[in-house]
């Protein structure tokens, strides 16, 4: 079965640090992967996303995100942090065998702390 | 476009009451999600339709809650009837029925039971 793993419920890191949201997965075949923001009160919103190709895929605000095969792992990233980066991320993967319905983690509570 | 779009966005309601949520996906898109969030138990998927037709329906909690999707524009999930235990933010999330592509959800309804 398909599935998606959080480790880390939260993330704290200091403005201008780098960060780092860890997700791994597990899937049969290729992974389709993508990450989420939500911010309070609102919707889940579209980060960045790996079909295929170069492993580090740039994103929205700033973030990018390296595939790694091996590791089975889908990290978000951003070099330099900024308090209204504070939100909750989501990691999903396709579910190829399942109608292609999204997996998700649990989520990671990042927070930013000037 | 502008978006997936809910309604409404806050309902209170009284235990035993039915509710309706509704949801109008981004046009050209044919496969549509419900789902459930809260503190507790995260977000949950609760049904997915493809072309209108209801796909995968496991994750509906009890017979109280059913979802139509009459219209490739429209979808509702009714309540019915209520019980404080459903107070959560309800999300109708959109997409292509391609794995290469990202879901785009709703600012989401929070659904109070009193």
């Known amino acids: 079965a398909q599935s998606v793993a959080q480790p880390e419920d939260q993330v704290n890191v200091a403005e201008g640090n780098p960060l780092t949201v860890k997700c791994t997965y597990s899937v049969s075949g290729n992974p389709y992967l993508f990450w989420y923001v939500q911010y309070p009160n609102r919707g889940l919103q579209f980060l960045l996303k790996y079909i295929t190709g170069d492993n580090l895929v740039k994103g929205s605000y700033g973030f990018e995100a390296e595939f790694n095969k091996s590791q089975t792992s889908f990290h978000l990233k951003k070099p330099s942090a900024l308090v209204s980066d504070s939100a909750l991320y989501f990691c999903a993967v396709r579910d190829m065998d399942s109608n292609y319905q999204l997996i998700w983690g649990a989520g990671t509570k990042l927070i930013i702390k000037p | 476009d502008a978006g997936v779009i809910q309604s409404p966005r806050h309902e209170v309601t009284e235990m035993g009451q039915e509710v309706t949520l509704r949801c109008k996906p981004i046009s050209g898109h044919n496969s549509l999600f419900w789902y459930r969030q809260t503190m507790m138990r995260g977000l949950e998927l609760l049904i997915y339709?493809?072309?209108?037709?209801?796909?995968?329906d496991s994750g509906m909690p009890e017979d109280r809650f059913s979802a139509k999707m009459p219209n490739a524009s429209f979808s509702t999930l009714k309540i019915q009837p209520s019980e404080p235990r459903d107070s959560a933010v309800y999300f109708c999330?959109?997409?292509?029925?391609?794995?290469?592509?990202?879901?785009?959800f709703g600012q989401g309804t929070r659904l109070t039971v009193v």
């Open positions: 999330a959109s997409s292509s029925f391609r794995a290469n592509t990202e879901a785009f």
């Open positions: 339709f493809n072309n209108n037709v209801p796909i995968d």
